[in-house]
């Protein structure tokens, strides 16, 4: 995590925004001047708002100042986040009625020499009164259109930031950008500058992105960030780095519950690791996942399943079926089941959920599945980044993680849109396979970092009563392919259990 750097400085203020303070490195530098930049609808009202009130929460003088929303619309706006506006002083500068009379209209000077110089009396007036400590100035568009020029504009600005400092006021100016031409010189006067953007996806919500493009002086988290609006106000999911949480710790290992699989796993699987459950679909790959949520809440730990495909009632009804119990755990709390919608969730709002689900203590996570996950992903080519930076989190945390990736094809030469093998510590494979007139399944365990492993194949079957797992399949060759063929010996027992 950055080091905060308000941790021994009083030169530092919240936004209000938890997730933005983290990617600003601890919030905002006072008495400087900070531009908020996005496109109508990007939220940037709504981040205003959330600024004053955290200072009108302190204690603070906290002042908005509208060139174009009035105060019903501002308080609407809080109303219907349920923020209370107890405290924030509203201005509104904004035109009369009495310009829509043609003989109020002017004549001999151009309209934008009377109305800047108007404006800017309105504005220095309620700061005089009001002695503001925070400030919002919404928006510099109307100001940029008032002002004609580039040059009287940026000098505008220029002095503005000055009026600002020597009452030690911190600044955030708002620009949606529809002014002509789109200047962004304001960009290379503010201390700070935040941008918001949000892109149309081709089906579902659309993305949202914030970024810092400049702060000067302060270490920030760069690149973009998920964000959200939701009922209750701005919502920014700060990027994962790896880098951030590694450390040494010596992990134990998971038992599975099953003597003959925990046999072919050395024991269990190790704390902080990641496997991958691969196979074609039906094969009871998320069956298996549930056998160590079953026995990680059997012993009265927290796990946490996150579902794409699959519905909670689906799950706990298939776990019934099969002898183990999820009901219980799901019930008492033990295991938080999140079902996901990949066309509402963003990736970062994604991670953040599992983060968080880690941070409140569940040792196993499940995320079913990998085919889900990518749909959820707008830009399939990262997907493995972000997915590298999930699971360095996890297993820093000693989170047990599997991934249920679905693979295209029944039997013979199956594929995955998708191959996260090489990042995974453990991987397992399930098969079908051809024998006497019937189709049964196999498992073996492909890779496994943590200890040493069996490297047969074994009869997996899904019974009433669970999961079991079989004798070697030592007189076929050829099970992977799906068309196995016997080698040696009757075979009579082969398909019997232990």
């Known amino acids: 995590m950055l ?38 609808g990007a939220g940037k009202t709504t981040i205003a708002l959330q600024f ?36 924030v002083t509203v201005h509104e500068v904004i035109p009369e009625e009495s310009i829509l009379d043609p003989d109020e209209q002017y004549t001999i000077l151009h309209p934008s020499e009377v109305e800047l110089g108007e404006t800017n009396k309105l504005i220095l007036e309620v700061i005089e009164r009001t002695r503001p400590t925070r400030i919002v100035l919404d928006s510099l568009s109307e100001l940029q259109l008032l002002s004609g ?13 000055q009026y600002f400092a020597t009452r030690s006021c911190t600044a955030l100016l708002l620009d949606d950008k529809t002014a002509i031409g789109g200047d962004q010189q304001v960009r ?41 609006i939701i009922s209750g106000g701005i919502v920014v999911y700060p990027r994962i780095v790896a880098a951030e949480s590694r450390e ?19 024991g269990g699987i190790e704390e902080g690791s990641s496997t991958l459950i691969s196979g074609p679909p039906g094969t009871g790959k998320s069956s298996l996942a549930a056998q160590f949520i079953a026995a990680v809440t059997g012993q009265g730990k927290p796990a946490a399943i996150f579902l794409f495909e699959e519905s909670l009632n689906t799950l706990l009804n ?24 990949p066309a509402e969730m963003s990736p970062g709002e994604f991670t953040h959920t599992v983060c968080k689900a880690a941070d409140n203590g569940a040792r196993v996570i499940v995320i079913d599945s990998l085919n889900g996950y990518m749909n959820a992903m707008p830009e399939a080519s990262f997907l493995t980044t972000h997915l590298h930076e999930v699971l360095t989190y996890l297993g820093q945390r000693g989170v047990v993680t599997f991934l249920v990736g679905v693979q295209q094809g029944i039997v013979g030469a199956m594929s995955t849109s998708l191959d996260v093998s090489y990042m995974a510590d453990n991987v397992l494979i399930l098969r079908y396979f051809e024998a006497r007139g019937a189709v049964e399944k196999a498992i073996s365990v492909f890779k496994k970092r943590g200890s040493a492993h069996e490297t047969t194949l074994r009869r997996f079957c899904i019974t009433a009563h ?11 060759q050829g099970i992977l392919t799906g068309v196995p063929t016997l080698v040696a010996g009757p075979g009579g027992n082969d398909f019997l259990p232990t």
């Open 3 to 40: 080091s905060q750097q308000n941790n021994s400085s009083q030169a530092f203020i919240s936004t209000g925004v938890p997730g933005l303070d983290n990617i600003l490195g601890g919030g905002l530098t006072k008495e400087r001047l900070y531009l908020l930049e996005g496109d109508p």
């Open 52 to 87: 004053l009130i955290e200072g009108a929460k302190r204690g603070e003088s906290v002042l908005y100042i509208t060139l174009a929303e009035n105060n019903i619309e501002l308080r609407a706006v809080a109303a219907s986040h349920g923020f209370s506006m107890d405290g």
């Open 149 to 161: 020029s580039a040059l009287r504009y940026r000098r505008h600005v220029l002095a503005l930031k």
């Open 188 to 228: 290379s006067i503010a201390h700070g500058v935040i941008s918001l953007q949000h892109t149309d996806s081709e089906y579902g919500a659309e993305r949202r992105l914030v970024r810092i493009l400049k702060y000067r002086g302060i270490s920030f988290r760069r690149g973009p960030h998920d964000y959200s």
């Open 248 to 266: 040494l710790i010596k992990r134990s290992q998971i038992p599975s519950g099953l003597a003959s699989f925990d046999a072919m796993l050395g």
């Open 318 to 341: 298939r776990c019934d079926g099969i002898g183990l119990d999820l009901r219980t755990p799901y019930e008492s709390g033990l295991l938080a089941v999140y079902q996901i919608d």
């Open 466 to 476: 669970g999961i079991e797992v079989g004798r070697v399949l030592e007189n076929f």
